[in-house]
């Protein structure tokens, strides 16, 4: 299985401050990357795809680039609801696999 | 607009079955498939399979076959996860979500949206 691993574990950012989360598969997944975004108590909502790609109607200050094993997922403005953790997942290769998950907090 | 509702919270003994249901409307369920992803308490997501709603062909991942079986009813554009001899670690919230067939037995694995979850506690 294709192992992805996130960094860092935590973070905690002012708001307004840029946040950089990043991700690295243990192999070539080409742009086969999502990221989700998971709110305490509900279910992980879909970010990006493609690695690249807003989903319709996210916000346009979450992005992410990347490709081959190294990805990036930023969010350019913090703001109070991004309070959450941020899963990246690989889908090159089944099973998809996901890292382990950043958690963003205000600081 | 999407959605898709699940069953609410089951208790479990070890060794017991559990079936969750995965209720979908807003879209043609024959067009997409169900993928299933638990997440134990406290930690990360774990993909467990998926069925395609149009063929119900499935693909599951190695750790659960033979434990797990995914179905779909087309009539009530329904999913069902079946988890059979539970133990202790099953304990989890259960998610399904939609995710477009990349063939007829191949997921594209691009899950959205997702339903509420369901907890499933397997306890003595």
């Known amino acids: 299985d294709i192992q992805m691993t996130q960094s860092p574990s935590s973070l905690s950012a002012s708001v307004g401050d840029r946040v950089t989360i990043s991700c690295q598969a243990s192999q070539d997944i080409n742009n086969y990357l999502n990221w989700y975004q998971q709110k305490p108590g509900k279910a992980p909502k879909l970010l990006i795809y493609?690695?690249?790609n807003l989903e319709t109607g996210v916000p346009s200050r979450f992005s992410g680039s990347g490709s081959g094993t190294d990805f990036t997922f930023t969010i350019s403005s913090l703001q109070p609801e991004d309070i959450a953790t941020y899963y990246c997942q690989q889908y090159d290769n089944l099973p998809p696999t996901f890292g382990q998950g950043t958690k963003v907090e205000i600081k | 607009q999407v959605h898709l509702v699940q069953s609410g919270a089951e208790m479990k003994k070890p060794g017991a079955s559990v079936k969750v249901s995965c209720k979908t409307s807003g879209y043609t369920f024959t067009n997409y498939g169900i993928t299933w992803v638990r997440q134990a308490p406290g930690q990360g997501l774990e993909w467990m399979g998926w069925?395609?709603?149009?063929?119900?062909?499935?693909n599951y991942v190695q750790k659960f076959k033979g434990r797990v079986t995914m179905t779909t009813d087309t009539s009530t554009s329904t999913a069902y996860m079946e988890l059979r001899s539970l133990r202790f670690d099953d304990t989890a919230v259960y998610y399904c979500?939609?995710?477009?067939?990349?063939?007829?037995?191949?997921?594209?694995?691009?899950?959205?949206?997702w339903g509420q979850g369901t907890l499933v506690t397997v306890s003595s």
């Open positions: 493609g690695a690249s």
């Open positions: 069925i395609n709603g149009y063929n119900a062909k499935t």
């Open positions: 979500a939609r995710d477009p067939p990349g063939s007829s037995s191949l997921p594209v694995a691009r899950f959205d949206p």
